[in-house]
């Protein structure tokens, strides 16, 4: 399919997020450029990913086949939105909750996208930086608040302050708690 309209930074942005949480390959492609690639940069040995993709069927499967293969539950909220329909490059704090299909533990994790758009052809992503600055985990009892939790969020944009309200009370959170203390860089 021929992506036949220009699209957002917000929108491309959203659609890879809903894409990703719902376990819909598909909607990468409305999402990303033929030729997009996906940069990793792991803080963290709590999950695992290749360091880099190329292309989109290789970028879909890492960040989306893949990765719902293995969680459910996903929820992923930008910690800031684009202030503009077309930019080059866009830059944002990320939070991610979601649950391992195989043994319900639950993992809360953020850290930074750096988005490259294809600002001159119709404004997918050409080239996406996912820093993962730490991922919590959680035993499986920890689900139904962290969940809870996560919900109450607004989806999929949201601030600082949003994600800290109703942040439940448990030590393995802490780096996350921390995290969410920033002040928007845009």
């Not at 719902?22 to 360091?51: G, H, W, Y």
């Not at 960040?63 to 830059?91: A, I, K, M």
């Not at 600055?133 to 962290?146: G, I, N």
């Amino acid at each position: 399919m021929i992506q036949t309209r220009s699209i957002t930074a917000a929108e491309a942005i959203s659609t890879y997020i809903e894409a990703k949480d719902r376990n819909l390959p598909q909607l990468m492609k409305r999402a990303f450029v033929q030729e997009c690639e996906l940069q990793m940069q792991l803080l963290t040995d709590a999950i695992s990913f290749p360091s880099s993709a190329h292309g989109l069927e290789s970028v879909t499967d890492v960040l989306v086949r893949n990765f719902g293969s293995q969680y459910e539950n996903v929820r992923t909220v930008c910690l800031s939105r684009p202030e503009s329909n077309r930019l080059p490059q866009f830059q944002c704090d990320w939070l991610v909750g979601m649950s391992n299909k195989s043994d319900g533990d639950v993992r809360v994790g953020c850290g930074e996208y750096t988005w490259d758009f294809d600002a001159a052809g119709d404004g997918r992503v050409k080239r996406l930086l996912i820093k993962i600055e730490f991922m919590c985990v959680l035993p499986a009892s920890y689900q139904t608040p962290v969940l809870q939790w996560l919900s109450a969020i607004p989806y999929p944009w949201s601030s600082y302050g949003e994600a800290r309200a109703g942040l439940p009370s448990i030590d393995a959170l802490m780096p996350i708690a921390q995290f969410l203390r920033r002040e928007a860089r845009n």
